[in-house]
């Protein structure tokens, strides 16, 4: 390959990655629900922080050692006419080679401190914050997120909610196989690993709804293993929090009394509603079903007409879900389904 050509391929290729770099910096291009590049609390900056630092050094790098490259190509070409004998050639040089070894340690301890120092900074809360900390442990289950809270004494499913401006201490743990842990805006991933703890902490600095996923390979529903953190001012968490820990709402029509029977003839066997005799420990906790935005693990909006279907058609609705009618012995007619519907909605 001659000189001009090695010099039309690094043109060729310095163009697309700067088209990269360019469309990555475009406005709006990375603020989607699921970007790490948009950080709402300090966890997340920290971390997009340390990545951007590292990416600029390594871009001066590239373009440092990029350009010298491209120098010594063109400047020792061969040109036409030059005489090709090959010229004086030198061997070891104490001086460069020391000098090369100490600039790439500089730059190794130049990326290297602010990274160690992230790392220390995302991997707990920091010391003087440990009272203000609230503790979730969220366990991965095919395919949901289950949420306790040990010190409030609440659980749920899918949707976390946290006050705003607090860190939340989150422990981290798996019912079967590996998940990950993932809300990109407020913190780097976490794995759920069956037979171990591990820990990360977050803080949403705005109230809102931040989207997650599991990001570990988990099988047939991995895709559909989505969650909600719902970060809420203190009033509104304190709120939540109160009629969380309530008993479940008493069915009151006739409707939601026959839906809450049906519930009592198989449901119960995995699902628990707080205050009444159901309290399977394999599926989400229903207590407050009504409460919760989605279905299915952040998949389908919560509304009667999905939640009839997640019902009679669990495994059309989450291929491989657990959801087991059969297993339990349901037969469930139409009026069944709307009765439960019924029920599962007066459950506030
Ligand atoms: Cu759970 Cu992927």
Known sequence: MNAMRIIQAVLVGGFLFGLYVVAMLWPGALDGPMSFMVADGPVAAAQKNVFWYTVWVSLFLMVTVGSVFIYAIYRFR???????????????????????????????????????RALFYVDSVPQERREEAIKVVAIGHQWWWEFQYPD???????????PVGKPIEVEIRSADVLHSFWVPRLAGKMDAVPGQINRMWFQADKAGTYQGHCTEYCGDSHANMR??????????????????????????????????????????????????????????????????????????????????????????????????????????????????????????
């Open 227 to 348: 969650f909600l953190v719902e970060a809420r001012d203190d009033a509104e968490f304190e709120q939540w929090l109160r009629n969380e820990k309530k008993d479940a709402a008493a069915p009151a029509s006739v409707q939601e009394v026959n839906g809450q029977r049906i519930f009592m003839q198989g449901c119960n066997a995995c699902h628990m509603v707080k205050g009444t005799g159901a309290m399977g420990m394999v599926g989400p906790d229903l207590s407050h079903f009504a409460g919760r935005k989605t279905l299915g693990a952040g998949i389908f909006e919560n509304n009667d007409e999905n939640l009839a279907k997640w019902i009679k058609y669990p495994q059309q609705m989450k291929p491989g879900n657990l959801m087991n009618l059969q297993q339990v012995n349901m037969v469930l007619s139409d009026r069944d389904v709307d009765a439960l519907v019924a029920y599962l909605n007066s459950l506030k």
């Open 152 to 162: 409030l004494g609440v659980t749920t499913a899918n949707e976390l909610y946290i």
């Open 78 to 116: 061969a040109k036409p006419g030059a005489d090709f004998a090959v010229p004086e050639q030198s061997h070891g040089s104490a001086k460069v080679e020391i000098a090369l070894i100490v600039a790439s340690c500089l730059l190794l301890v130049v990326i290297a401190i602010p990274n160690a």
